[in-house]
């Protein structure tokens, strides 16, 4: 069954750098989304993107974060200055009609 | 902004026990309410549902929605010690973004 891929697992990085978190969508479904969790509390959504542009994000995404579909299989989120509070899962979602799927997500670790 | 809240927060049965968890909702545009079951990691999709009065079953598993009262119930019958998860409701909006509620932890004992 086709699933959603992220990558790394997990990733661990010093403040200030930038990191690139990698996800492969199920290869027919077009809207993709990055949500995020940090421990003990709710998932909360980061952005979506449909038709190779952002459809909407949240106030959490701000400019250090981007994303881009490079080369029409992956998806991936880059935060550009990683500060303590972005340690979190990071969750990849693609969605076929109203059902949004989840990849394995990649905790990140800013120390 | 969309609010989803889940009650309760938690809660412990045994084997062979049913549970009832309650999902309530405010949001604009209701698109989709869906429910997913997050063990270690991702979240696992178990019902998306649109319609009020529709049950949807899955094994043990069923959910119901009233958008009339904007709320939706999941029941698990006959728990199993493999159920234990943290069980998360989310409504998809006109823009399709899932809003997510803090979720209810179910802790099924042998």
């Known amino acids: 069954e086709p699933e959603v891929t992220q990558t790394p697992s997990h990733q661990v990085t010093q403040m200030g750098q930038e990191v690139i978190l990698r996800c492969v969508p199920i290869?027919?479904?077009?809207?993709f989304y990055w949500y995020r969790q940090i421990l003990g509390q709710k998932v909360e959504f980061l952005v979506s993107?449909?038709?190779?542009?952002?459809?909407?994000k949240s106030e959490i995404f701000d400019d250090q974060f981007s994303v881009e579909r490079p080369d029409g299989s992956n998806f991936t989120l880059k935060i550009r200055s990683t500060k303590l509070e972005d340690s979190a899962m990071y969750f990849c979602?693609?969605?076929?009609?109203?059902?949004?799927?989840f990849g394995p997500g990649t905790r990140l670790t800013v120390l | 902004e969309d609010k989803v809240v889940q009650s309760p927060l938690s809660l412990v049965v045994h084997e062979g026990d049913t549970v009832t968890l309650n999902c309530s909702y405010e949001?604009?545009?209701?698109?989709?309410l869906l429910w997913y079951k997050q063990e270690k990691k991702a979240p696992t999709f178990l019902f998306m549902l649109?319609?009020?009065?529709i049950e949807k079953k899955s094994g043990r598993l069923s959910s119901i929605l009233d958008k009339k009262e904007l709320f939706s119930i999941l029941n698990i019958t006959a728990t199993q010690t493999g159920d234990s998860a943290v069980y998360l409701c989310?409504?998809?909006?006109?823009?399709?973004?899932?809003?997510f509620g803090a979720g209810t932890t179910v802790t099924v004992r042998a």
């Open positions: 993107f449909y038709n190779n542009e952002i459809s909407e």
């Open positions: 649109t319609s009020s009065g």
């Open positions: 290869s027919n479904h077009l809207y």
């Open positions: 949001v604009t545009n209701f698109r989709s």
């Open positions: 979602a693609s969605q076929v009609g109203r059902e949004q799927f």
């Open positions: 989310a409504v998809g909006g006109g823009d399709y973004k899932l809003s």
